[in-house]
């Protein structure tokens, strides 16, 4: 049944509100994945939206009322609004992400709470570390073996992360091909895992929790970054934590 929802978030960002207008709009495969804005009041933006507020860097408004591709929403609303803090040294924002599911309400509801708050935090650590350098931008889902209900737990271990391992720790996480990645665990809860490293941020999604499979995205800020490599790397690394060799 149709069901109307709204995630709403507020946060200071250290970073002036150029910085953070940046990054929610031409900045946005270092945090997110990448999209395009047509800069303009009724320009067109990301999933077939409108932007129905384009006011820089103060307030960005998209509006789409049949999502592509996505057969769960139709309404679907994400608006933004930044202020300056401290004498325009740093931002203070509000997120409001709104629309209509159409089904699974609590399920859909849950899993884009969520995942708000894992994005959100990965726009603060891309402002923080990497605001405007060069991005390398790859994402991919594990085999079908990562929707057990358990399966977000194998990835945590697979990096060589204890179960105690929680965010702000210095770690040696275990990469792809034996690769030693010195890394911060910037985010950690039972749903997903955030590392930083000097030249990357990478996630791991839990979505076996929503019924989908675990995923990774990389966003590498490395002067020789190379999307496709990462993804072939990283998708090794996923199957083999659930034994497929697809």
Do not use: C
């Not at 726009?123 to 994402?139: D, I, M, N, Q």
């Not at 399966?151 to 210095?170: E, H, K, M, N």
């Not at 490293?197 to 002067?223: E, M, Y």
């Amino acid at each position: 049944m149709s069901k109307e929802f709204e995630i709403a978030r507020e946060f200071e960002v250290d970073a002036p509100p150029e910085e953070v207008w940046d990054a929610i709009t031409s900045g946005t495969g270092g945090w997110l994945w990448p999209m395009e804005f047509e800069p303009r009041q009724g320009g067109a933006g990301p999933f077939g939206s409108t932007l129905t507020n384009w006011d820089p860097p103060h307030r960005l408004t998209s509006l789409v009322e049949d999502v592509e591709g996505i057969s769960q929403q139709t309404l679907n609303q994400i608006d933004e609004t930044i202020e300056p803090r401290d004498d325009g040294r740093r931002s203070w924002m509000r997120y409001v992400h709104s629309g209509i599911f159409v089904e699974d309400w609590d399920n859909q509801y849950d899993g884009a709470s969520k995942h708000t708050d894992f994005y959100l935090h990965t726009l603060r650590e891309y402002v923080t570390h990497f605001a405007g350098r060069p991005v390398a931008f790859s994402t991919f889902d594990g085999p079908g073996a990562s929707m057990a209900s358990d399966a977000f737990a194998a990835v945590g271990r697979a990096l060589g992360l204890a179960d105690d391992t929680a965010g702000g720790a210095r770690v040696r996480a275990q990469g792809p091909g034996g690769e030693v990645l010195d890394a911060v665990v910037d985010y950690r809860d039972p749903y997903f895992i955030g590392l930083r490293t000097d030249n990357a941020l990478i996630r791991f999604f839990g979505r076996n929790h929503w019924g989908a499979p675990v995923g990774i995205s990389v966003h590498d800020f490395a002067a020789d970054a190379d999307a496709k490599r990462n993804e072939t790397a990283w998708q090794g690394w996923l199957n083999g934590v659930f034994g497929s060799q697809d």
